[in-house]
Nanobody, 116 residues
């Protein structure tokens, strides 16, 4: 069974940093592109960052996080990370990871709150 467990969220002041982790299981992790998403209250879930698989490594970001967020992966640990710097209040959301093609089995997410 495919599973994702996100962690690392919390409260941070504007300009601060957080590092999110997502432990994946139930599939061959290294063979899948991995993605981070976020969902703010009243909004749809949004894809914000992708990192390619072991064959085609690449990274991509939505414009709103470019230059501030960095996605990385550790295939030995089945874990994908999201380093978030220069956080803004509009980054507040529940953050999720998933693979591509997307699994229907979403994890619980991790809450990020950016406020003063």
């Amino acid at each position: 069974q495919v599973q994702f467990v996100e962690s690392g969220g919390g409260w941070v002041q504007p300009g601060g940093s957080l590092r999110l982790s997502c432990l994946a299981s139930g599939f061959t992790f290294s063979r899948y592109t991995m993605r981070w998403y976020r969902q703010a209250p009243g909004k749809e879930r949004e894809l914000i960052a992708s990192v390619g698989d072991v064959v085609i490594p690449y990274t991509s970001y939505v414009d709103s996080v470019k230059g501030r967020f960095t996605i990385t992966r550790d295939n030995a640990k089945n874990t994908v990370y999201l380093q978030m710097n220069s956080l803004k209040p509009e980054d507040s959301a529940v953050y999720y990871c998933n693979r591509a093609p997307e699994s229907d089995d979403w994890g619980p997410g991790t809450q990020v709150t950016v406020s003063s």
